[in-house]
Nanobody
Framework: EVQLVESGGGLVQAGGSLRLSCVAS????????IGWFRQAPGKEREGVSC?????????????YYTTSAKGRFTISKDNGKNTVSLQMNNLKPEDTAVYYC????????????????????WGQGTQVTVSS
């Protein structure tokens, strides 16, 4: 069974940057999507970004960003370390949340691919706090 571990969260001032990492183990298939989601206190868990990875990708696979992430966040993969990262720049106080990575086999990254119910495997989350 897939196990995911997030890291890289912390406290940062508005305008600062953080890089989150998601390390996976126990994967059974080599075509999958990794999604980043976040959940702020009292709010629903929402999608942030997604990357689809196949054995045919020579570099980053197809990616998708929700409106909140577009232009500020970058998702990428490191094949050698079985890691997907989320580089977050120009952070805002409204980005404060627990960030989760999730995985689903054979899922395409799109608006519909950012629905939490599509992902059966989840990490425990990492807290990101942006002060104003």
């Amino acid at each position: 069974e897939v196990q995911l571990v997030e890291s890289g969260g912390g406290l940062v001032q508005a305008g600062g940057s953080l890089r989150l990492s998601c390390v996976a183990s126990g994967r059974a298939f080599d075509e999958y999507a990794i999604g980043w989601f976040r959940q702020a206190p009292g709010k629903e868990r929402e999608g942030v970004s997604c990357i689809r990875i196949t054995p045919f990708d020579s570099s980053d696979g197809s990616t998708y960003y929700t409106t909140s992430a577009k232009g500020r966040f970058t998702i990428s993969k490191d094949n050698g370390k079985n890691t997907v990262s989320l580089q977050m720049n120009n952070l805002k106080p409204e980005d404060t949340a627990v960030y989760y990575c999730a995985e689903a086999y054979y899922l395409y990254c799109s608006d519909s691919g950012m629905v939490r119910d599509q992902y059966p495997y989840w990490g425990q989350g990492t807290q990101v706090t942006v002060s104003s």
